[in-house]
Structures are given as C-alpha cells and as structure tokens.
C-alpha cells in the first residue's frame, strides 16, 4: 500500500522523516493466503487456514526447542503499509480515532503480531494457525506467547 493512497474523510497524515536509529533485520518471510490487504482477515484465529513461516538460515537453527501445539508470538514487518496517519477513521465507525488506539496495520512503525499455534515444524519451515497478514510479509522475531509462559512458571 502507498502512501499517496487516498485518505478517508477526517484522516490526517504527518510528514513521516526517514530514521535510521534502528536496525532491523528480516529473519525469514510469511507465507499465507492473502494477496491483497482488503483479503486479510481483520484478525488472525485459530480457526483460520495454516499458513507457512519461512525462518532463513542461519536463524533456522534457533527454531531448536519449539514444542507443536504451543502458542507462539510473531512479529512482522507490514511493509505494504502506509506510516503517515496519526487519525484513522476504520470502516464502520463514523468519526476518526488515534493510530495507537487501533490495530490497523497503518503505523509509524508498522509492527504487526499474532499469536499462532504451531501446527508443525519441517526442516526451516514451520507451519501455523491465526495469522492475518499478507502472503510476503518479512518475519522479524518469534517468540513464545506469553500464555504459554503462565501455563509454565518455570521457564
């Protein structure tokens, strides 16, 4: 997605300066259904299709230790989306909101997150549920979610 892309009536956009205080690193890329922005679900769910995340090497090897079944965090770079809106005005709703107060993946930073269950792992590739981001997106971490932690203290 552009940025010169329209606006909806009472979205504001800021001049968006080019950083470079942080250095990111894609470590692999998401492989899901979705072409285009307007066929993502609005959220991800457990009920969804499985998708495939593709962890490049040499970060593959930190994928040793991940139990099937377990609830993971992944964050991805939403590098289709625009990063100017400070006011949004989402589908369905009739006045604009703050970006912070929304999941849009419209950020100055576009994060986005899911937490998935891994269906399967295969070699560098793992397969999961509850994604909700385009087929391509570039990977930035895994984790395991924070549930997963509270189920087991001791880790």
């Given amino acids: 997605m552009s ?3 329209a606006r909806r009536p009472g979205e504001i956009a800021v001049e968006h300066p080019q ?21 993502c679900p609005r959220q991800g769910g457990l009920d969804g299709p499985e998708c495939q ?6 970060w593959d090897q930190a994928l040793v230790g991940l139990e099937l079944r377990s609830a993971l965090e992944v964050l991805y770079w939403l590098d289709q989306s625009r990063r100017d809106l400070v006011l949004q005005c989402p589908k369905g709703r009739d006045h604009p909101v703050g970006t912070f107060a929304l999941r849009s993946p419209v950020r100055p930073n576009p994060i986005g997150s899911s937490v998935v269950e891994l269906m399967g792992v295969e070699g560098q590739l793992l397969r999961v549920r509850g ?25």
């Fill in 3 to 5: 940025q010169q892309q």
């Fill in 19 to 39: 950083a470079s205080d942080a250095w990111l690193q894609y470590i692999g890329r998401i492989h899901t259904p979705w072409p285009r922005r307007e066929d």
């Fill in 53 to 58: 995340i593709e962890v490049f090497q040499p």
């Fill in 131 to 155: 994604l909700d981001c385009l087929d391509g997106t570039p990977l930035l971490d895994l984790k395991p979610a924070r549930s997963a932690f509270m189920t087991n203290p001791g880790t």
